[in-house]
Nanobody
Framework: QVQLVESGGGLVQAGGSLRLSCAAS????????MGWYRQAPGKQRELVAQ?????NYADSVKGRFTISRDNAKNTVSLQMDSLKPEDTAVYYC??????????????WGQGTLVTVSS
């Protein structure tokens, strides 16, 4: 019902920057929240940043990452600066949607790998 297509990611040295982008499409009435999660090897998936009516960041990325959302285009981006090796993870785009039929749908992207070398 909802598809998320991610782009960006890759390999960067510590202190560098990367930008992730995500576009949502499908039977969307409204996107209530859009954001990014990440999952490092051996760890649980965690919220990185999310835009609802407000913007929320994980403490570990505050001041380094910036999330932006374009409601008209159903897109969300994550600018990641001052990257650290501990930011290495698979990053997933997430959209909490209201779809046609007035059902809630929790959509996930396929994941994009971010690797930060020391």
């Amino acid at each position: 019902q909802v598809q998320l297509v991610e782009s960006g990611g890759g390999l960067v040295q510590a202190g560098g920057s990367l930008r992730l982008s995500c576009a949502a499409s499908g039977s969307i009435v409204r996107i209530n929240a859009m954001g990014w999660y990440r999952q490092a090897p051996g760890k649980q998936r965690e919220l990185v940043a999310q835009v609802t009516g407000t913007t929320n960041y994980a403490d570990s990325v505050k001041g380094r990452f910036t999330i932006s959302r374009d409601n008209a285009k159903n897109t969300v981006s994550l600018q990641m600066d001052s990257l650290k090796p501990e930011d290495t993870a698979v990053y997933y785009c997430n959209a909490k949607c209201l779809v046609y039929g007035l059902n809630s749908f929790d959509a996930w992207g396929q994941g994009t790998l971010v690797t930060v070398s020391s």
